[in-house]
């Protein structure tokens, strides 16, 4: 029996890996190197993927995860070490990313365990050479999916990339382009441009536009060819957003398919609403947004009187029919944005993101 190094327990000699215990090797030591980023490259016209400079016929992410990883694990595991085997357990996809949770079935010279590891990977769409030689690679249409705010939620991204997964599996597509500020699919089938257009519409109340750019004349029928672009855009709120709808200030409360839930900390009246009204201009993000925080320190019959926990300034609020229960110490908010004023009390001030 030896004592690990660092957590002083005592084990059996062939359980210890450089004096220390299984446990406290993997924790304070680690298993890698370094942790690689799993490289993942897949045609979108086939599914095919690159594995050892060799594209394989098509199979689940899963089992692409798993062999990728099984390969790159290896090479960057500690020495003395040996990676048996290793189990998939889960994936978590963005665009253009993933962090794949995996069952480790490691080796010593004495001993065999198992851990669980996350490990991240990106996701590189490129044309195999099989497909680039069925054509000529150039496309006809063009979809560019934007959002209406810079970093949207990472679930919104990962629901755009199912759904774009399972329009893309029979797909003509010549190629995918990832960016900060969104996705381009150049296609080369008109009917699945217009199939993509639909479903991203229906599914996220977007919006789009088209334009077409001419390349050239074909003289035997008499018109233009060219690239016909599919500019859409997503609208985007969040839980906690500030928000203006029909002229009033209001609280994104919660998000639903294609709606959110929207309080009116006035009013305090709640209301679900469409988002295509986004579109319509009843519903805005406002350009600038200030929250001030003010302390109440007194509570009268009539009103709340607080004062601005940064200027010192006093607000004096008269009580409505509907105001909360509030208490000395308590927090009142004093919202403004886009000239428009308001002030949060009660439990609703827990709402601002």
Excluded at 126 to 152: A, D, E, M, W
Excluded at 283 to 306: G, H, M, Q, T
Aim: proline share 3%; hydrophobic share 35%; with cysteine.
């Amino acid at each position: 029996m030896r004592f690990c190094v660092r957590c002083g327990q005592e084990f059996p000699r062939d359980q210890l890996i450089q004096g220390y215990c299984i446990n406290c090797f993997i924790r304070y030591i680690g298993l890698f190197e370094h942790k690689p980023v799993l490289e993942i490259t897949i045609c979108p016209k086939c599914h095919s993927w690159l594995f050892k400079g060799e594209w394989l016929t098509p199979t689940s992410i899963n089992d692409v995860v798993k062999n990728v990883s099984l390969n790159e694990l290896s090479k960057t595991i500690r020495r003395g070490l040996q990676l048996v085997d290793l189990d998939f357990i889960s994936i978590v996809q963005g665009i253009g990313e993933l962090r794949a949770r995996l069952r480790l079935h490691v080796k010593t010279e004495t001993a065999t365990f198992t851990t669980v590891e996350e490990v991240p990977g990106r996701i590189r769409y490129k044309v195999c050479p099989r497909c680039i030689s069925k054509g000529s690679g150039r496309y006809t249409h063009l979809v560019q999916i934007r959002f209406t705010r810079r970093n949207p939620p990472r679930t919104l991204l990962e629901n755009l990339e199912r759904l774009l997964e399972k329009l893309l599996l029979q797909s003509e597509i010549v190629n995918v382009r990832y960016s900060e500020s969104g996705v381009d699919l150049e296609l080369d089938d008109a009917t699945l441009a217009k199939r993509i257009v639909q479903m991203v519409t229906r599914e996220y109340s977007a919006k789009f536009t088209t334009s077409f750019k001419a390349t050239r004349f074909d003289h035997r029928k008499g018109s233009w060819r060219g690239i016909l672009t599919y500019s859409i855009r997503i609208p985007v709120f969040e839980r906690g957003d500030v928000v203006i709808y029909k002229g009033d200030l209001y609280i994104v409360e919660d998000l639903k398919k294609n709606r959110v839930v929207l309080f009116n900390p006035s009013s305090r009246v709640r209301e679900e609403v469409l988002l295509s009204v986004y579109w319509t201009g009843e519903l805005k993000s406002p350009s600038r947004v200030e929250v001030e925080r003010y302390l109440v320190i007194d509570v009268r019959e009539d009103e709340i009187i607080a004062v601005s926990e940064s200027t010192k300034s006093q607000l004096v609020y008269r009580k409505k029919q509907n105001t909360p229960q509030i208490k000395v110490g308590d927090t009142v908010l004093l919202i403004k944005a886009d000239n428009i004023e308001t002030i949060v009390v009660g439990a609703e001030t827990g709402l601002l993101r």
